[in-house]
């Protein structure tokens, strides 16, 4: 059964603490791996999508890295605005369906 | 350019009403795909519908149905709803059926 694993599920962190969110995954024929943010009570924002073992991406203080078996979503001295909740997800089905699953997410917060 | 709008925002139904929540994707995507997340979790996928068709379906109850219009808005129904029906209801907009997905800001579900 195809499932897609985060932790830690909370992380709190200091203004300037780099640190690295991982996304565990099993799927049959990986189709894309996206990231979203979500802040609380509205809907998750696009981040990234990762395609290929040893593919990466790069947006301002996150950097998402993909292996085979797993994603890290890498954030470098982050800031108080970077608090929020992280998901990954990973298409699954057949090629004929975009359905998604998602992680349980990692809740960052980052204090001042 | 507008992203996806879903109404609306908020919404308190009774045990036993029926709801209808509407999405209107990007300009230009074809796909809308609805989640449900309750507090703490990740979104679970509910139904895609690609150039009107349905391509896609979890694991919900038939109480829970979908539509696509010609213009790929797209309208979410609940019959019969129970207090465990309370959740956010998310509208998800892609281009093609596999591909990053983009979120509404969601309707907030109450049964009472």
């Known amino acids: 059964e195809d499932q897609v694993t985060q932790s830690p599920e909370a992380l709190r962190l200091q203004e300037g603490e780099s640190s690295s969110l991982n996304c565990s995954y099993t799927v049959s024929g990986l189709r894309g791996l996206f990231w979203y943010r979500q802040d609380p009570g509205k809907g998750p924002e696009f981040l990234f999508t990762?395609?290929?073992a040893g593919e990466e991406k790069e947006k301002e203080r996150l950097k998402a890295t993909l292996t085979k078996k797993e994603s890290f979503l890498h954030i470098t001295a982050p800031k108080p605005e970077d608090s929020a909740t992280y998901l990954c997800a990973v298409p699954t089905g057949s090629g004929n369906t975009g359905k998604l699953i998602f992680g349980q997410g990692t809740t960052l917060q980052v204090k001042p | 350019d507008a992203g996806v709008t879903q109404s609306p925002t908020h919404l308190i139904k009774t045990r036993g009403q029926h709801v209808t929540l509407r999405c209107s994707p990007i300009s230009g995507h074809k796909s809308v795909s609805w989640y449900q997340q309750v507090l703490g979790q990740g979104p679970q996928f509910i139904f895609q519908y690609y150039e009107k068709e349905e391509r896609g379906r979890g694991n919900f109850p038939d109480r829970f149905s979908a539509r696509q219009f010609p213009n790929y808005s797209s309208e979410l129904n609940v019959n019969a709803l129970l207090l465990g029906d309370s959740a956010l209801y998310l509208c998800?907009?892609?281009?093609?059926?596999?591909?990053?997905?983009?979120f509404g800001q969601g309707t907030r579900l109450t049964v009472v």
């Open positions: 998800a907009s892609s281009y093609r059926v596999v591909t990053e997905a983009f």
């Open positions: 990762l395609y290929s």
